[in-house]
């Protein structure tokens, strides 16, 4: 049975930088069954070469294929009778299964090609609405799956540790990590290693963002409150710490506040690290993951990949610890993907598979499904690589070598801030704007890199560059002229 495309929903201004990103970063469609309703949440690479798919109906599907030039893929389904896998990983001829109530270790015993043992890891959390998604990490190097827990509504948390981080040992003891989720859809390492969870905007969130899973910490919605003398009593040989670091919830945050204002008041309180300005940058961040492809993806390697679901599109982001406090930068990377992305993953040869659904909330693309990949056509695109804060301002890091004669004017640069209302109401507007100024830019001896002195840093913003003038030596402007940084602090 076929399924007529559903019309594109227009959300928001496009980048209007398709045809120009497809000189880079080509799409490749990887064919499906006709009659499979494929709605990707989760990837995973197998040893042999094969591409395992968790999707939001209960399934995993085996793929060859998905990986040549020109994919002609075989689908073999592997297991059934899940709900809505948004985790996956592998390990030991195991799959390690995040799904809404609970992670799943799922083997095949008799090696007939089909799950056969589905044992229970940890259920430790509760489920009552269909809205309580369950967002699980790969395996971490100690083999412990990390899970961001959804509220069972934008405002309540019904059953316990919904808003709630924890980490699933292999054991299956299960350690709350930190309270304050709303509504997440993605988790895993950031390109240092540490973890981080993709949050969408909503109460007490302004836009999305990405955020560090700061153990303790709180990640700024309290009606998860309620769950930390839950918390305090998981108390075990491997984590004795927790009746004292849960032993009492936050201060309350105060609405129609400003997150910089709140972090004084409630010291478990962790800032957004990156800030993606609403629209401009997505409506509802999703799975992301690191570029390891030594150099096959292009000029990106170690920089983080996201999705995002309601545009249908892949940005960048790049992280940095100032002052102890996690911070960084989103640029946009590739629009025009086919529908809702929920889950990305790099293949061995370094291209980036993306897929996911349009079931549940609007989205641009229009297909409601779709698989997709991002191939890297081996040219270099001219692009801001990477921002990184300065005491005097910031470091610009471009792909290619600058036009010095024009880098080199103050006046070639223009950036505005702003921030958020940090309240109880869903969402915000860019509030408390202002203009600082581009007083020096200074370029490195080859070209990459420019020191801009800036004369009104505003600590707590996201500050928003356009870098329309900016040439590269050969004469080209950038594919994509902004960025976004998010000043949590100045460094010292």
């Not at 929920?342 to 370094?350: D, I, K, N, S, V």
Request: aromatic share 12%.
């Amino acid at each position: 049975m076929s399924i007529a495309p559903l019309r594109a929903e227009t959300l928001g201004e496009y980048w209007g930088t398709a045809e120009e990103e497809a000189k880079y970063y080509r799409i490749v469609d990887i064919p499906f069954p006709e009659q499979l309703a494929l709605e990707a949440g989760s990837f995973e690479v197998l040893p042999d070469q094969r591409l395992a798919i968790g999707t939001r109906r209960g399934e995993i599907y085996l793929v060859s294929g998905a990986f040549d030039k020109n994919p002609r893929t075989d689908f073999h389904r592997y297991a059934s009778g899940l709900d809505e896998i948004m985790g996956l990983s592998f390990r030991d001829n195991a799959f390690f299964v995040t799904q809404q109530t609970e992670v799943t270790r799922i083997t095949d015993t008799d090696g007939d090609g089909r799950a056969d043992d589905f044992h229970t890891l940890c259920d430790a959390w509760g489920f009552r609405n269909y809205h309580e998604f369950a967002f699980g990490s790969k395996l971490d190097r100690d083999g412990n799956i990390w899970v961001a827990l959804c509220l069972s509504e934008s405002y309540r948390s019904k059953v316990p540790f919904r808003g709630w981080c924890v980490k699933v040992a292999q054991d299956g003891t299960m350690i709350p990590i930190c309270s304050g989720i709303r509504s997440p859809c993605g988790i895993g390492p950031n390109e240092h290693g540490v973890m981080f969870y993709a949050e969408s905007q909503g109460p007490w969130n302004g836009s999305c963002s990405l955020k560090v899973l700061e153990p303790g910490g709180f990640m700024g919605h309290p009606v998860s409150f309620n769950w930390y003398p839950n918390a305090a009593e998981r108390d075990s040989p491997g984590s004795p710490e927790l009746s004292e670091r849960f032993a009492s919830p936050p201060a309350e945050p105060k609405t129609q506040s400003r997150l910089l204002a709140e972090r004084k008041r409630v010291k478990e309180l962790v800032p957004y690290a990156v800030v993606f300005p609403y629209i401009k940058m997505g409506r509802s961040i999703s799975g992301f993951v690191v570029d390891r492809t030594g150099g096959k993806f292009g000029p990106f390697e170690n920089q983080i990949f996201i999705g995002d679901f309601s545009l249908s599109l892949v940005m960048r982001a790049t992280t940095e610890k100032v002052n102890g406090v996690w911070q960084g930068a989103c640029y946009p990377f590739r629009e025009g993907l086919a529908t809702g992305l929920l889950a990305c993953e790099f293949t061995p040869q370094g291209d980036l598979i993306v897929g996911g659904t349009n079931r549940g909330w609007p989205v641009r693309g229009p297909k409601p499904y779709a698989l997709q990949r991002l191939d890297w056509t081996g040219v270099v695109p001219f692009e801001v690589k990477e921002i990184n804060a300065r005491p005097d301002g910031f470091m610009v890091t471009f792909t290619k070598p600058v036009d010095s004669a024009v880098a080199t004017r103050p006046t070639t640069y223009s950036l505005t801030t702003y921030t958020h209302i940090y309240q109880q109401g869903y969402g915000s507007p860019e509030v408390d704007h202002t203009v600082p100024q581009v007083t020096e830019a200074r370029v490195s001896k080859d070209g990459l890199q420019v020191h801009l002195q800036i004369n009104g840093l505003q600590q707590g913003h996201v500050h928003d560059f356009d870098f329309q003038n900016v040439r590269s030596h050969d004469g080209e402007p950038l594919v994509h002229a902004k960025a976004y940084y998010t000043l949590n602090e100045i460094p010292k």
